[in-house]
């Protein structure tokens, strides 16, 4: 089993709909999560942490994590066509660990 | 500030050369990365250094060799390319624990 999933989409969303991306790990003594957006052909950017479970919100964005389900989702609010990317979960181990464990990624597409 | 910086941006090689892939951080970040990235595979550790004098293994390493030059500095060794190891590789760096990382623009690898 993969140590962190995501449905590889394609997802596709009208503009200004909310976006759902969720990822689940199997690792339970994960302690951070991050959300990555990757336009095609680029590198990969950090647009969400989280570390505790609840919600957190920056601007479009809402990550919220669910250690007991190990579930880890993003909400994109008011999603634009500029949106439109693939978004990796990952997911960093318990302890010393630094190295993080990505998913495969969902694409996203948001329709004019 | 630069960033991560990586080069080259493009390579061919034939099966059976060898190359080095270098990296550069000028964030002062103690640890780096190396990642592959290949279609519906996400991103895959292939070796990181937590600290300046440190490498250890990722999930995919064989056939790959690292150096830790200094602080700054992280390369990633092919010594025999193989057909398989086309991919796009990512450099990344990280301050501490708890952050996510910073990725460099990326090294696009093409074995024949």
């Known amino acids: 089993q993969k140590e962190v999933e995501q449905n590889s989409g394609p997802l596709s969303v009208p503009e200004g709909a909310i976006a759902s991306l969720n990822c689940t790990y199997s690792?339970?003594?994960?302690?951070?999560f991050f959300w990555y957006r990757q336009y095609s052909g680029k590198s990969p950017e950090l647009i969400m942490s989280?570390?505790?479970?609840g919600d957190k919100e920056d601007g479009r964005f809402t990550a919220q994590l669910n250690k007991a389900s190990q579930y880890v989702s993003l909400l994109i609010r008011d999603s634009q066509p500029s949106d439109s990317a693939t978004y990796l979960c990952?997911?960093?181990?318990?302890?010393?660990?630094?190295?993080?464990?990505f998913g495969s990624g969902t694409q996203l597409t948001v329709l004019p | 500030n630069a960033g991560v910086t990586q080069t080259p941006k493009f390579q061919v090689l034939k099966t059976g050369q060898s190359m080095t892939l270098q990296c550069a951080q000028d964030?002062?970040?103690?640890?780096m990365y190396w990642y592959r990235q290949d279609p519906g595979m996400g991103l895959r550790l292939i070796y990181y250094?937590?600290?300046?004098?440190?490498?250890d293994k990722g999930e995919v390493p064989n056939g790959y060799n690292v150096s830790r030059l200094n602080k700054r500095e992280f390369s990633l060794r092919l010594e025999s390319a193989a057909p398989s190891q086309t991919s796009v590789y990512f450099c990344?760096?990280?301050?501490?624990?708890?952050?996510?990382?910073?990725f460099g623009s990326g090294t696009r690898l093409t074995v024949v």
């Open positions: 990344a760096s990280s301050e501490a624990q708890m952050v996510g990382y910073t």
């Open positions: 690792d339970r003594v994960s302690q951070s």
């Open positions: 989280i570390y505790s479970n």
């Open positions: 990952a997911v960093r181990a318990g302890g010393s660990a630094r190295q993080l464990t």
């Open positions: 964030m002062n970040h103690n640890s």
């Open positions: 250094s937590a600290s300046e004098g440190t490498t």
